[in-house]
């Protein structure tokens, strides 16, 4: 592809069109918009704010026109380089388009522009009543373009599925820069192709969302949390598979190694078992009386299978005291080393036990500090290894080791993202979970939406040779 | 790596940049960022443009200046940081390496100077600073500045404060400030009175009120002679060479008065003080004493929290907001005692505002040099403020107090909000006045 750099007289034009917003080259505000929670830093030639539909629509018909990239971008919270401009052109800073957050009890759905944070589309739903459950880490940073953009998930996404499950209807600006409609209010819609499904997840590669219609859910009335304590992981792992085929659904299932614990007690003393393998904790929610009985019975269920202790929380505070120690894994971690390479590989859920053998294999042959996390339940662990950058050495066999990850998940029949989407990092991986016939397939789609190459290239798509490069 | 580069990246302690895995978790909280709309004024953003100059991407600091400059210095990202970047550090290195090389105009150079070297670090001219203030409201200049209009004309915007500055103290009752005040009870602690040099020129009396109620909690308490500022406007403009003269001469002069403890009430120096450990950590003839004053220092509230305030008259029913002083809150950790000891008043209801973590715009000088940024982040406090219906608002730092009563002005509530240093609340409730309310 030949993309074009910006021009002067571009410049010019852009300023013509942006009449609300704000058009920003200074260098300064060009080198805060080229990074992401990833790796990398590209700079663009120019960042745009603007809250206008029309605006943007222009802009993007310029672009299509001059051949010069264009890159939506919510928070950059992204953790796979979705958002930078590795192309230079125009990044849309679409956060400032914040406007809307209506929430519809009747129709039970809430329409939202897309730089809403998904912690205030939680909070609005809330104050009704309702639900809306993907909840990434994240959801109080990103915004629900991006969720929306990357197909988020969260720990919920066991019982409630990921972001697509819960979006009906989208506002979108194409590559060539028309306004379109996808789905509607209804959550019953079988017109034509599904090109809701096929906008959410496409990673900003097939247009800029501009508004969208969310489905809500009723807000479970409670819910329960206990942590069941393990001395291999393999049994961890195997109490995962029973409970979810007792006939409990729980709402959340996370699992912390040792690793994992040993760093959380290190940053803040709460009490962890650091001679233990593993530990799950689980969230069920639902009506009360249900509640009691299946806490007690994912008791049972897990000292049946080796658990050497469970602990169910009796109050709101002992919960969120369980909570913790899931939620200083990240933070903890990083203080072992500065850099940390978060892989969301995920396998189906008979596999975990598998997949964390493989891990473990991985983790001793390459000589690197990994630690497995994440919403088990799920299948979606998050094997995340601790390094330093600035040591070449290093980073060598964390590529290699992170290759390996990626062919044990797709080995066990599971895929390379499980939420945090394919952007630059797993792009040069497409083959190996898709085939070749598979990329191509998804290649000739993104051929017919944007002729011109111009919306978020370089994401998704390998180019001819492209490695994962981490040094 | 080129020489020049490595120490560069020493310099502006890129290292620490490191510790930023850019997740965005600072951005919710940061004033500027959510008032000015911009990744550029982001943590994040600022953070990663330091990291850009140690990899040698950008090699002009002046990319950094704007940014930089328009950092509160508020530290509510230190706070949200699951990771622990010491932004603080990287703020006042960064700060430190542009002012190093900038060429000020010779106007602004001289004010720099003569402001920093030299006004804040004197008794003699901060008291002068006081009495003027006091001679220039009991002249009835201050009437006819008001009536005539020039006030609006004043430059920095300066006239925007002439409304909202407070009462003056005479010269004769300052100069008779005693230098020890007897435990009106049963003795707890003997501690030292930080009196700060802003605080005590233009709040002498809440610094009054301080140590009665301090003697009346069970405190004997000493005003040591020879302190001097804090240094932490210093510290913040980048001066850290002059930021570390002020507090070894604090350090010499406090460890004299053998105190349990050094108290003070105003957010911004407290933060000053108890960080004088880490500003001389490199300084091996310092290092100890400095830790071992840090250790020793609280605000007020910690001390009157402990002690118990006696005798508080109920209030009829006000509604009481709380602007908390980000140094206190992102440096100090002081959260609790203040709102135990709004909240141990009889009859008052104590609202928290939303988003109640949020600087006001003060900063230090902030509201001076960036006059039109820090009323931008004012409005967004003021309109949280409003929402709790207050009648009082209670701050605990000098800055924040003139900064919520000039909000106050500008929402036309002067009439019916008003804005009140903890201290001076309490004084209020516990019945004591201090001598100049006579
Ligand atoms: C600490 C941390 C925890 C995280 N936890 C989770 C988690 O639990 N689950 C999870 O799924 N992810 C998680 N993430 C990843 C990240 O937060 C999500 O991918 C999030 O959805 C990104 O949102 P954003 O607003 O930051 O988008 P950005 O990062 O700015 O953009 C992401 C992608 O969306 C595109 N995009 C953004 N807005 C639009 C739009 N309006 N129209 C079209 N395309 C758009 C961009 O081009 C880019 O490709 C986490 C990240 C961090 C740093
Ligand atoms: S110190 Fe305050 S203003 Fe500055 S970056 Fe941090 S949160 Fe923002
Ligand atoms: S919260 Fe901390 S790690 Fe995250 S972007 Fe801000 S400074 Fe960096």
Redesign the pocket.
């Known amino acids: 592809m030949n993309w074009k750099a910006l021009t002067a007289d571009h410049l010019t034009e852009i300023k013509s069109i942006v009449a609300t917003g704000r058009v920003l080259t200074d260098e300064s505000d060009r080198y805060s918009y080229s990074f992401?929670?990833s790796f990398g830093t590209f700079l663009p030639d120019v960042v745009i704010q603007t809250k206008s539909v029309q605006e943007l629509a222009a802009l993007v018909k310029l672009a299509n026109r001059e051949k010069i990239p264009v890159?939506?971008?919510?928070?950059?919270?992204?953790?796979s380089g979705?958002?930078l401009p590795v192309k230079g052109g125009m990044v849309f800073d679409?956060?400032v388009m914040n406007d809307v957050l209506e929430i519809h009890e009747e129709d039970l759905v809430a329409v939202v522009s897309?730089g809403v944070l998904t912690a205030e589309i939680h909070k609005a739903a809330e104050q009704k009543g309702l639900m809306y459950p993907p909840d990434?880490?994240?959801s109080h940073?990103?915004?629900i373009?991006?969720?929306?953009?990357?197909n988020?998930?969260?720990?919920r996404g066991l019982k409630y599925g990921?972001t697509k499950d819960y979006v009906i209807g989208l506002e979108v600006i194409t590559p060539e820069g028309e306004i379109i409609q996808t789905g509607g209010r209804t959550v019953k819609n079988v017109t034509g192709y599904d090109l809701t499904k096929l906008i959410v997840g496409s990673?900003?590669t097939l247009?800029?969302?501009?508004k969208a219609v969310l489905r809500l859910i009723p807000k479970p009335q409670q819910t329960a949390t206990l942590m069941a304590i393990f001395d291999s992981l393999v049994d961890a792992g195997s109490a995962i598979s029973k409970i979810l085929s007792s006939g409990i659904l729980p709402s959340k299932m996370e699992l912390l190694d040792q690793a994992s614990m040993t760093a959380v007690e290190q940053y803040e003393p709460l009490g962890l078992p650091v001679d233990a393998a593993a530990l799950i904790l689980i969230e069920l929610d639902g009506h009360p009386l249900a509640l009691r009985e299946e806490a007690q019975q994912a008791a049972e269920l897990s000292r049946a299978v080796g658990a050497r202790e469970v602990r169910i929380a009796k109050d709101k505070k002992e919960e969120a005291e369980l909570w913790r120690a899931r939620k200083l894994v990240?933070p903890a971690i990083v203080r072992i080393k500065p850099t940390k390479i978060s892989e969301d590989a995920t396998v189906p859920r008979s596999k975990i036990p598998e997949m964390c053998e493989r891990l473990q294999a991985i983790r001793e042959r390459y000589g690197i500090h990994l630690v497995v996390f994440g919403h088990a339940g799920d299948g979606n662990l998050h094997p995340n290894i601790i390094c330093d950058k600035s040591d070449p050495d290093e980073m060598r066999r964390v590529e290699q080791a992170v290759a390996e990850i990626f062919k044990a998940a797709v080995e066990l029949g599971g895929t390379l993202s499980g939420?945090?989407?394919i952007?630059t990092m797993k792009a040069p991986f497409m083959e190996m979970e898709l085939g070749a016939c598979g990329l191509d397939m998804m290649k000739r789609i993104k051929q017919a939406w944007d002729p011109n190459q111009i919306m978020?290239p370089g994401?998704i798509f390998p180019e001819p040779g492209q490695k994962l490069e981490l040094s | 790596m080129e020489p020049t580069r490595q120490a560069l990246r020493e310099e502006l302690l890129y290292d620490k940049t490191n510790k930023c895995?850019?997740?965005?978790?600072c951005l919710p909280v940061c004033p500027t960022y959510t008032t000015f709309g911009k990744e550029t004024h982001s943590p994040r953003g600022r953070i990663n443009l330091v990291k850009m100059v140690g990899e040698g991407r950008i090699s002009d600091l002046s990319v950094l200046e704007e940014p930089f400059d328009l950092c509160l210095g508020c530290r509510a990202c230190e706070t949200a940081c699951p990771t622990g970047v010491e932004y603080g550090a990287i703020l006042e290195a960064t700060r430190a390496a542009i002012v190093r090389r900038k060429r000020f105009t010779v106007p602004v150079r001289l004010l720099r100077k003569a402001m920093l070297k030299k006004v804040f670090p004197s008794r003699k001219l901060m008291n002068l600073a006081g009495h003027s203030m006091w001679l220039y409201e009991k002249s009835g200049l201050q009437t006819a500045l008001r009536r005539s209009g020039v006030a609006e004309k004043l430059p920095y915007n300066l006239g925007a404060f002439e409304a909202i500055v407070p009462r003056a103290v005479s010269p004769g009752e300052r100069g008779s400030a005693a230098a020890h005040v007897r435990s009106r009870k049963e003795k707890k602690y003997t501690v030292a009175f930080f009196t700060g040099c802003i605080m005590d020129a233009m709040f002498h009396r809440i610094n009054r009120l301080s140590i009665q109620l301090l003697a009346e909690a069970g405190c004997d308490v000493l005003v040591v002679p020879n302190q001097t500022c804090c240094g932490a406007l210093h510290a913040h403009a980048g001066e850290m060479e002059e930021a570390r003269e002020l507090a070894k001469r604090n350090i010499e002069a406090f460890e004299a008065s053998q105190a349990d403890f050094v108290v003070n009430n105003a957010g911004g120096c407290g933060a000053m003080l108890v960080e004088y450990g880490h500003l001389l950590a490199e300084d091996d003839a310092w290092r100890e004493r400095a830790a071992a004053f840090s250790a020793k220092s609280r605000d007020i509230s910690q001390i009157l929290a402990e002690c118990g305030v006696p005798q508080l008259a109920p209030r009829a029913n006000e509604r009481v907001t709380y602007q908390r002083s980000c140094h206190m809150t992102n440096v100090q950790k002081v959260t609790r005692e203040p709102v135990e000891l709004i909240k141990s008043i009889p009859g008052i209801q104590y609202i928290e505002m939303e988003q109640a973590e949020m600087c006001c715009g003060s900063a230090g000088i902030y509201n001076i040099v960036h006059y039109d940024a820090s009323m931008q982040i004012l409005d967004e406090k003021m309109k949280q403020a409003k929402k709790t219906d207050a009648s009082v608002i209670i701050t605990t730092n000098p800055g924040c107090l003139l900064q919520m009563k000039l909000g106050v002005e500008r929402e036309g509530l002067s009439g019916s909000v008003r804005v009140l240093h903890l201290v001076e609340y309490l004084a209020e409730a516990a019945g004591i006045t201090a001598s100049s309310d006579k």
Do not use: F, M, W
């Open positions: 992401d929670g890159y939506p971008r919510g928070q950059s919270t992204s953790l979705g958002p679409l956060s897309p990434p880490s994240s940073v990103s915004t373009g991006g969720n929306l953009a990357e988020s998930g969260g720990p990921v990673e900003g247009g800029i969302i501009t990240s939420e945090h989407g952007g978020n994401k | 895995v850019q997740c965005g978790y």
